[in-house]
């Protein structure tokens, strides 16, 4: 079973707002994913979880934050969005590899819209 | 530096016709893994295939074959009898053994139009 859910599938928030993201996987990986996808663009990497946790920060504004509560769940917590970060919000997943060369498996992704 | 090109930004062909789509790469690791991934309207970007360096063996899986050729590094990608479902955004992407965790460079993505 290769699959990632996440939750909720769309998304409308003020700028003020606070809203999680959540994403989850049974299938025992221990790397997990928030990539950013701009349309018309490629997916845009923002963090990695290896073993629950935080091993890379693409320099991501702070208004993004993160959570790896166990192996199986990952969240991105967003406070005082711009509208300029509406996108598809991908989490993946992958079993731990030196070098990234293990496959990501990606859920279905969350459209987010900030008005 | 590492680099993937997806020079055909869009494709469209009528159903039936087999379709070819490019991806060359650049890096300096002599290890490395190549993907491809298929991105429908839905959003979810659905894996199809990985391949590593050492491994230049083609590959086919039903209507889908990959022609991997280290000489050019090429990763070009071939549907045969396309069909309405195949439309989608096809991202080519590389992975450096030497890289960090998560480094997944994609190309810009092909999108491809298949009309009935």
């Known amino acids: 079973d290769t699959e990632v859910t996440q939750t909720p599938k769309h998304l409308v928030m003020g700028m003020t707002n606070k809203k999680s993201l959540k994403c989850e996987q049974h299938?025992?990986?221990?790397?997990m994913y928030w990539y950013k996808q701009k349309a018309k663009k490629p997916p845009e990497l923002m963090f990695v979880y290896s073993y629950e946790k935080l091993s890379i920060n693409e320099s991501v504004p702070s208004r993004f934050s993160p959570e790896c509560p166990n192996s199986s769940l990952l969240n991105l917590h967003l406070h005082a969005l711009q509208p300029e970060d509406s996108a598809l919000y991908l989490c993946a997943s992958s079993p731990p590899a030196w070098g990234g060369q293990e496959t990501q498996y990606f859920g279905p992704g969350t459209r987010l819209l900030v008005l | 530096a590492q680099k993937v090109t997806q020079a055909q930004t869009e494709i469209s062909v009528v159903e039936k016709e087999d379709v070819t789509l490019d991806c060359v790469y650049e890096t300096r690791d002599t290890t490395y893994y190549l993907f491809w991934y298929k991105q429908p309207p839905s959003g979810e970007l659905v894996f199809l295939i990985r391949r590593n360096s050492f491994d230049e063996q083609n590959e086919i899986s039903g209507r889908y074959s990959w022609n991997f050729q280290k000489s050019t590094s090429s990763f070009n990608f071939t549907i045969t009898a396309s069909q309405v479902v195949d439309s989608a955004v096809y991202f080519c992407a590389l992975s450096e053994a030497g890289g960090s965790q998560g480094n997944l460079i994609f190309g810009k993505g092909t999108k491809l139009s298949v009309k009935p």
């Open positions: 299938m025992g990986h221990r790397a």
